[in-house]
């Protein structure tokens, strides 16, 4: 198990594309509240975040906000394959503080793949790690009472709640913000 909130930076592919975005990377600033990538349309890059945090959300029919995932300074953010094959993200991506990111587009990396078996070799490596990571959080979902995932949650990073709304928090673990909130006083008692 790693002690990293994001699993995937745990692969050996994380170094190819900081080095990517750091090389070849256009900086780009997003203000709080601005979408990195928007569910429906294809994501245009893959970013290196410099500063700043971002959260993943999905839209209920009712247009209600679920968060499925947050990332902070020194992650990637990226609809990680999908976008090199110019498909549709099946989320959005949010600045929740404001956020400078060296940004590699998309279609770069698409052209790239092809041609490139390094490159196609590391798409695979991160997509494996993705992966890992998000089927981590979904078994959790079931094997783990909230409170357990909230420790979980506070121990990888103990700022959280510096860096995100609580309303944020508590849908990333599917709970209610009142629930999140006995949580917290449970461990503070």
Not at 31 to 45: L, N, P, R
Not at 146 to 157: A, V
Request: with cysteine; hydrophobic share 40%; aromatic share 14%.
């Amino acid at each position: 198990m790693t002690d990293n909130f994001n699993s995937y930076i745990d692969s050996p592919a994380v170094a190819y594309w900081r080095d990517l975005c750091l090389k070849e990377g256009i900086p780009r600033h997003y203000d709080k509240g601005e979408d990195f990538f928007t569910a429906g349309y294809v994501a245009q890059y893959l970013g290196f975040i410099r500063s700043g945090t971002l959260k993943y959300v999905a839209y209920g029919h009712d247009g209600s906000e679920h968060v499925l995932g947050l990332e902070f300074t020194g992650e990637f953010v990226a609809d990680f394959p999908f976008s090199f094959r110019n498909i549709p993200a099946r989320t959005s991506v949010v600045a929740t503080t404001p956020c400078d990111i060296l940004c590699i587009p998309t279609a770069t990396i698409g052209d790239r793949i092809d041609k490139d078996s390094e490159l196609k070799d590391i798409v695979m490596i991160s997509t494996e790690a993705v992966f890992s990571t998000v089927y981590d959080r979904y078994a959790a979902l079931y094997a783990k009472s909230p409170q357990e995932r909230y420790n979980d949650l506070i121990t990888k990073h103990p700022d959280l709640f510096n860096l995100f709304s609580l309303k944020d928090i508590a849908s990333f673990l599917k709970i209610t913000p009142t629930h999140l909130s006995r949580l917290r006083k449970n461990i503070n008692l």
